[in-house]
């Protein structure tokens, strides 16, 4: 028998035949020794046969060329489509030159360009990227310009980032790289969007970058605590305590942004800081301040949870700053902030920093209010000491409601943590007996309190209290896995606390425990291991072992004793015993699920679990369905896969068959996305030809053929998957065509014919042509996809595909090729509201806006174009055009969409608002439009509207208002500017219309006058809390002008609450509302819900004055009104002797109405 010919050195053969037998960790070390013992000569040839070879071979030679960094070949390889990533990777950390960098930052393919983005930054080529970006800017426009800002030094982002648009993920990297410059600009965008009711919205998106840049920057983060206070939370207030010098000289500048009545100053700013401990620098820091300094800042960074608002654990840590201080200090603070009203609920943080008598004189008060309202008596007694708590508690864990009971078992266990003292914490965890037997809501959250105790604590918790918890957790059908799960969590804390502490017995107790909950079928928790010492884990298993009858009884069960081996996992090498027993389970277990947990077990230990993997291969193939195991055996033992794919040729219909399967089957198995490169060639054909045979068989289900075309990568299977296999087969291969590798002019074809069939096939095919179009010229992909989007034999779901990669590719081509398919006189309404998001890009110019007006039409093109998603003011400026323009649907869907929106005094906005005028009065317009527009009025700030003037003079009389309110007539509408009271022109041209006395204008009166209610209910906010006074005096007026009597006693009885809220008595208010009221009781508003808040407590003597000036006047509507504010009052400020009185005196009241309503008010208690 003649020998084959030995490969010849320097050769891939040679190659191949040397280092490919072994494994990938071993394969690749010892190709890198081999490169860099080459000599110069010796190593250029290879290199040369090796860059001729195929894909895997010309890896190779790029392998070789980093080892030795060869700097000319890895540049060389940076314009390979083949190489170009792995070349990429390679660049990091290697010199390579600038220019052939540079050459692709300026790219005209967009995935390359994003790559050498990353590369750039992760190398630290600040300089470069410095230098290229405003060539990026001009050839590539803003968005590419702010994707390279990742990559520049700090000034230039400084200097750059106001001319960007940049994303949300780019903006994240750069607060970590940045944080003075994304400081700057979110004051900017802070600045533009303080004074709009959407400015919670935005500070809620933006807290997170502001977080990072507090924590990277404390300088940055108090410029934005000065500037844009909204944007700093919890662990943003934790970074600025670093310094806290500094923070209190900023808060001391800060007024508090919840709105406050106009002409009423806003009380000083105030940070929440999480409850809890602080780090020891800050603590330092905090230590070094003056004593008034720090009694100041505890004064304005206050903890703020606690409050009992849902089931659930509840945290009892203390406000970290109170506790720094003094206790008589700390109780003179957190009496300051209960103040005299019993309504308030202080904090449980604040409470938890008091001595337990300060906290008994605190809740005492606020126990007699709350009396009849039990989660909230509840509430204020978990911060009473536990010797006054526990009786409350108690009474209320018995009664019947479930809810009382779900509050009052956990509140019971906060209370007792909150005394801090482990053993009357373990008395009353063991009188909690009753609510592990109790309903399953009651037995979940009393566990979930339990299980979050402090560790201190859980150390004196009772062996008994973790048996019954635990079994009667396990044992009651009515048991979720959220209860499993916080029993799970209680016996882990326990266990690694017994033996951190040298408590084995315990901790063995804990772990058994432990292994009943997580072998409950309901159980959806980790396995992850114990984290306990040798010496504990060996106790553990000896307690368990059954050779140790004197110890507690054994698992038998084998699920038991495998779970017991995965929470020792970490040392089983150490415990023979266990080893041994997951090693004879993997390999005799006749039950599949066992074994494969026994083998999953067994493999863990990271030092051998190569060698066990093999181990197991060599037994049976089989075990390559257990997840760890086939990890292991595609990234790291790469020489196992030949046994494992050989199994799966010669199983029982192409499947793997054994001790894991024994039924067989298409096995299709998800290996990590690019471990397939680690594998030999042979071995990864083997692996595409069962996955095509997989894809191919008819007796697999669906699911499963169409998941093995999905990862399948070679062309040559795919193919004919798409042309020939069922449709979800076939739309999987495509997919999986798109992730095959560089593109190829045959591989753009084939997409685009599949792209012109439509349905799934259509959609998978354009999906992946946008994904190789990414790293094709941008010229390129639009020269493709344009006839593909034009076409009018291409079916709709193809043509939005190609819109959508159009309009993300960006750029001039990419907008034209866009107009161009919309202006297509065929074109589907549903194409061109995918085309029309990405044309809001161009609404500042004039044919893009009057196109997308022409579609809004199409309710289609509608929801896509009038959206709260853009907010630029070219967007605003087109919306107010569509109003105007239009139609109605449009319109008042323009006019809802304006609402919140007008903000500010540019000329934009104040064209918008003119526009929203314009609607409110525009006689063609049916109801939806007018009453959107009347509602965007009424929500606009007073900038826009202009209908507030000054605030400052809280002496103005009706006359003046209703001069304000009588400005500008119904001739400045027609074709000329309106007024810049938008509000007051609306009020000017509806009350002229309403009181026409010609009797042929009586449909235009009626129109009128129903605008007119409308705009009452706009501004009205049912009790006046929040009312503009101004605003609703002038809108009084002009409706009692008009004759709506009704509408004009509302909104001024509102303006009086308002006024009485700020202090102001304001008589004059209060004379007209009663004026138009007073003869008809009819008119004043439903005032059975009626409060004033916390306001009167602050105002009580101007409440009180004005209940007497009420019950003075009389009349039936000025007695209930009387009624009204007494009950209110009375019930903020504990009823106290003067509200009494007043009480008693309006039972006497001469109007038998006003006298039993007061007869009926009950003073005191209640709540």
Known sequence: ?????????????????????????ARMPALACYARTLAPDAYATLHRALDAGDQDERHTGLFLAVARRDLDSVAAALDDPVLRRRALAAAIRLPVPEEPLAAHVLSDMRAVRHSAYRVLRLSRRRSLADRLLPEVYER???????????????????????????????????ARTAPAAVAALLIREYGERADGPYAYRYAQGRKLVATVVAERDPAAGLSLLRDAPRLIGERAAVALLRRPAELLDVLRGLRAL?????????????????????????????????????????????ATGGHLRAPGRQEVAADPLLALLPPAERRRLVSEQAGDYTGHRVPLAALAALEPADRAEFSDARLERWKRRPVHLIAVAVGLPLADAEPILREQASQHRIHQRVFAWPALLACAELKGDPDEFARIALSCERAWHDQEEVRRYTLQQLAGTAARLLTALPEQVLRDATLTAVQSRDSKAETLAAAALLLRRTAESAAGRGDRERAATAALLLCQVVTDPRHRGSYRPLRVDLASARHIWTTASPSEPAQQAPPEDPALRIALAELLASHLTELPDADALMRRTALTDDDPRAAARAAAVWVTPAGVREDRCGQLIAADPSFAAVPEVLATITERRTDLLAPVLAAVETGDGRGLRGRIRPRGGTWVPRPRAG?????????????????????????????????????????????????????????????????????????????????????????????SLRRLLA???????????????????????????????????????????LIEAWDQPHQHRDVRAAIAPFLLRLADRDDIARRLLEGVGEPAIRDAVITRSVTSAAYIAFLARVV??????????????LAGRVVGESPVMRDAAHALGEAAVEERRPWKVWHAAVAAIAGMNSSAVGAEGAEGDESTDVAVVAEAAEVTRAAEVAMGRPSSDVLGHVLSVLVETATASSNTEHVRRRDALRRLEGCANAVSSGYGSYVEVRRADALATALEDAGLLREAARLALDAAWAALRRGDPAPERWAKALRLADDHPGRLPDLSGFSLGATPVRHAETALRTARMLRERGTPSAGLLAVVLVRASGARTGWDAAWRTELSALRRHPDPDTAMAALLTEPGGGG
């Not at 803003?142 to 940049?166: F, H, K, N, Y």
């Not at 000083?268 to 100041?296: I, K, N, Q, W, Y």
């Not at 079916?795 to 081509?813: D, I, Q, W, Y």
């Open 1 to 25: 028998m003649a020998h084959s010919t030995p490969p010849q050195p320097l050769t891939p053969e040679w190659i191949s035949t040397h280092f490919d037998s072994l494994p990938f960790p």
């Open 884 to 897: 105007r323009e239009g139609d109605d649907d449009s319109a008042a869907a323009a006019c809802a969409t």
């Open 775 to 817: 790293e094709a010229p941008d010229g390129q992909a639009i020269a493709l996809l344009t006839p593909l989007l034009n076409s009018r034999a291409t079916p709709v779901g193809s043509r939005k595909e190609a819109a959508r990669t159009l309009g993300v590719l960006g750029g001039e081509g990419a907008g034209a090729a």
């Open 140 to 174: 590539h426009g803003a968005q590419e310009a702010a994707r390279l800002l990742i990559a520049c030094s700090p000034g230039t982002v400084a200097r750059w980032l106001p001319r960007t648009d940049a994303p949300p993920g780019v903006l994240s990297t750069l």
């Open 258 to 302: 919840s709105s406050v009545p106009p002409g009423e100053e806003a009380g000083p700013f105030e940070l929440t800081v999480p409850a809890g401990p602080l780090g020891r620098a800050t603590v330092a820091a905090l230590r070094a301040l003056p004593a008034p300094d720090l009694v100041e800042l505890a004064t304005r960074c206050r």
């Open 675 to 767: 471990a397939t490169g680690r594998w030999r060639p042979k071995e990864r054909q083997e692996w595409y030809e069962a996955l095509a045979a997989a894809a191919t068989d008819e007796r697999a289900p669906m699911r499963v053929r169409a998941d093995a075309a999905t990862h399948l990568r070679s062309p040559a299977h795919l193919h004919p998957l798409a042309e020939h296999a069922a449709q979800p087969v076939s739309a999987a291969a495509l997919t999986a065509l798109g992730e095959t590798g560089p593109t190829t002019p045959e591989l753009l074809a084939t997409l685009l014919r599949h792209a012109e069939t439509g349905g799934v096939r259509g959609r998978a095919a354009v999906a």
